[in-house]
């Protein structure tokens, strides 16, 4: 297959004069995860009523000091236009995931071929954008990820608005070699299987293009794909990814009592598994405490493919899971384990030499590849800093959601409800640790 030359990053950011240079210009410019489980939703619970809010967890920035709110209705309105295309559709209908074939049922593709992007809620508040996003879930849960990119990359034209064409090659020129130097180390790992997960607060579109192309070049087979379903079908790369934690976190509102809560999680995982087998068999343990989940995971838990560490500190997450596996009889040389959450190159060639040939090992690196411009520009400028901006399913049914996750600093929910969950999931094994992204 023959693919589009590359473009000139800088050229485009100095030259565009159109109107409204839209972000967001496919439906499937989103993560293959939000597709995934947007499939089981709409099988399993479709009508459920749900708000996802818009959650910036780096706090000393203000949103709205940064951003016009002109442009950002402008590009969340012309997200809203957007349906998926005749070529898509043939794509999604006939792409191989994960071995296999038909995926998505003819069904959802017959519904999403009408679907477009509900309306949404916008107001200031002490600096801050509140985005609310209110509906039926299967209605609003691909708000997610266009309205973090769209933020995210605002933030950066911002940061660039009136910065000359000169500078403009510099700053990129060093991002291009700043991101080479780390693919260069990467391929040193000889067995490395990594995947871009940066769609979510990527620097723009474009770049984040740039980043996987190079990616694609220089690792070769140990880039097995990306996240994000447009680029997939673009560069003709595989879409990599499973579930999040939106799942859980519903269906722990939908309970009617504590013992309901308990099992939750592990309802979840049944709903999942009457779509979706083998490599797509995931867990995402850590939504209510990660050691918790495992003390009461049912036995049949153990016989799904792998899990992915999200929140919980690397080395003890892989250590525990490991553990586990050999207490039931399992052996982990046959699992997948899924490392995700803020990597830099340091903490995967960390994680790589701690548990390679000890599982399967995969990462999906996220905003450290496709938003670190740090020591880029010439001169200083923190809105080249990436933030930890995040949008979170907040209500379900007319009840708060919670998450808890292994690391404190990241409980979503009213303090009231984080209290409550807490005592009765438990907070053993969680600890405190800095949210960078």
């Known amino acids: 297959m023959v693919q589009s030359p590359m473009p000139d990053i800088a ?6 004069n159109f109107k409204l240079d839209p972000i967001v210009r496919s439906l499937l410019d989103t993560d293959v995860y939000k597709l995934l489980m947007l499939q089981t939703i709409w099988k ?17 920035v203000r ?5 016009d709110e002109t442009t950002l209705r402008a590009q969340l309105d012309h997200a809203r236009t957007i349906g998926i295309t005749k070529k898509e559709i043939i794509w999604l209908t006939g792409n191989t995931f994960y071995g296999r074939e038909r995926l998505f049922s003819k069904e959802f ?3 999403l071929r009408h679907y477009r992007l509900p309306e949404y809620q916008l107001t200031i ?10 509906g039926d879930w299967a209605d609003v849960t691909l708000w997610e990820i266009p309205v973090l990119s769209i933020i995210s990359e605002l933030r950066s034209r911002s940061a660039m608005h009136g910065v000359g064409r000169f500078e403009l090659d510099v700053l990129y020129a060093r991002a291009k070699a700043k991101l080479w130097e780390k693919v260069l180390r990467l391929d040193q790992l000889p067995e490395l299987k990594i995947a871009d997960f940066g769609t979510r607060r990527r620097h723009g579109f474009l770049w984040q293009r740039w980043c996987i192309a190079a990616m694609k070049e220089g690792l070769g087979s140990k880039f097995i794909g990306t996240s994000n379903v447009l680029m997939a079908m673009d560069l003709d790369l595989d879409a990599i990814g499973t579930n999040a934690h939106e799942l859980p976190m519903v269906e722990a509102a939908l309970a009617e009592n504590d013992e309901a809560l308990l ?19 995931i867990v995402l343990p850590d939504t209510y405490g990660t050691t918790a989940f495992l003390d009461k995971a049912p036995d049949w838990v153990a016989e799904w493919s792998g899990f992915r560490i999200d929140s919980k500190e690397p080395m003890a997450g892989g250590e525990e899971l490991i553990q586990w596996w050999q207490d039931r009889g399992q052996n982990p040389k046959d699992k997948l384990l899924i490392f995700s959450d803020g ?9 790589y030499h701690r548990f390679n040939n000890r599982v399967r090992l995969s990462f999906g690196w996220g905003t450290h590849l496709t938003n670190d411009f740090s020591d880029c520009a010439t001169v200083h400028n923190q809105q080249l ?3 930890s901006l995040v949008c979170k399913v907040t209500h379900a049914n007319g009840k708060p959601t919670v998450k808890l996750s292994d690391n404190y600093d990241k409980a979503t929910g009213p303090e009231s409800e984080i209290k409550r969950y807490r005592s009765i999931f438990g907070q053993l094994n969680m600890a405190k640790h800095d949210v960078i992204v």
């Open 63 to 67: 949103l709205a000091d940064e951003i």
């Open 343 to 351: 990597l830099t190159v340091d903490k995967i060639e960390q994680v």
């Open 385 to 387: 800093k990436a933030i």
């Open 11 to 16: 050229r485009r950011v100095y030259d565009h």
């Open 125 to 134: 508040e002490q600096g801050q954008y509140k985005i609310d996003f209110i």
């Open 263 to 281: 099992a939750s999680p592990y309802q979840v995982l049944k709903h999942w598994s009457r779509t979706y087998d083998g490599n797509l068999l």
């Open 109 to 111: 593709i017959e519904w």
């Open 44 to 60: 399993e619970r479709p009508n459920v009523p749900v708000t996802f809010s818009l959650i910036n967890r780096t706090h000393s």
